[in-house]
T-cell receptor, first 115, second 115 residues
Framework: QKEVEQDPGPLSVPEGAIVSLNCTYS??????FMWYRQYSRKGPELLMY????GNKEDGRFTAQVDKSSKYISLFIRDSQPSDSATYLC???????????????FGQGTILTVHP | GAVVSQHPSWVICKSGTSVKIECRSL??????MFWYRQFPKQSLMLMAT?????????EQGVEKDKFLINHASLTLSTLTVTSAHPEDSSFYIC???????????FGPGTRLLVL
């Protein structure tokens, strides 16, 4: 079993739709969570980061963390064709331990928003 | 901001030659830099972690004599692929992290093609 599971999709939605992207994880040491967006042939771009359970909002993006269920989500409101990309969840333990600082990624979800 | 650059963005070389890839943090000091490799339609695979002024720590299965990493300053890390072979062809991405922060900021990536 992988430490982080992410549905690879592909996910196709119409413009304006609300998109929900999800990851589950098994390692309770993970305390810091990030979402990255990666366009084809480009490096990942940081969208959101959080280390608290609950919701964090930034513009059209909301990151949600439920540590009790080991489940994180990214919601995209009013999706646009320019949001078409691969979305990667990533997580890491906080200070201490041999895995400190290393990100564990999900497999990535391919999203297409069509006009 | 947190901008990371990579140079070159793409490189084609003959089998047996060595290739150097630079990773720079442009507007912050990066005490730790990471090097990843990404195959098509796959997530990022961590190759090594480098701390400024220290030897790099390589992940299991990554040959340290083949992938030489130098992190001589707080804004520059280099990855040298020595005696490159076609199987080394891949997308190489670096990331950088500030002291005391967990968030990693990624470069745009370098596409290597070994003929």
């Amino acid at each position: 079993q992988k430490e982080v599971e992410q549905d690879p999709g592909p996910l196709s939605v119409p413009e304006g739709a609300i998109v929900s992207l999800n990851c589950t994880y098994s390692n309770s040491a993970f305390q810091y969570f990030m979402w990255y967006r990666q366009y084809s042939r480009k490096g990942p771009e940081l969208l959101m980061y959080t280390y608290s359970s609950g919701n964090k909002e930034d513009g059209r993006f909301t990151a949600q963390v439920d540590k009790s269920s080991k489940y994180i989500s990214l919601f995209i409101r009013d999706s646009q064709p320019s949001d078409s990309a691969t979305y990667l969840c990533a997580m890491t333990p906080l200070a201490g331990g041999t895995s400190y600082g290393k990100l564990t990624f999900g497999q990535g979800t391919i999203l297409t928003v069509h006009p | 901001g947190a901008v990371v650059s990579q140079h070159p963005s793409w490189v084609i070389c003959k089998s047996g030659t060595s290739v150097k890839i630079e990773c720079r943090s442009l507007d912050f000091q990066a005490t730790t830099m990471f090097w990843y490799r990404q195959f098509p339609k796959q997530s990022l695979m961590l190759m090594a972690t480098s701390n400024e002024g220290s030897k790099a720590t390589y992940e299991q299965g990554v040959e340290k004599d083949k992938f030489l990493i130098n992190h001589a300053s707080l804004t520059l890390s280099t990855l040298t692929v020595t005696s490159a072979h076609p199987e080394d062809s891949s997308f190489y991405i670096c990331s950088a992290r500030r002291l005391g922060q967990e968030t990693q900021y990624f470069g745009p990536g370098t596409r290597l093609l070994v003929l």
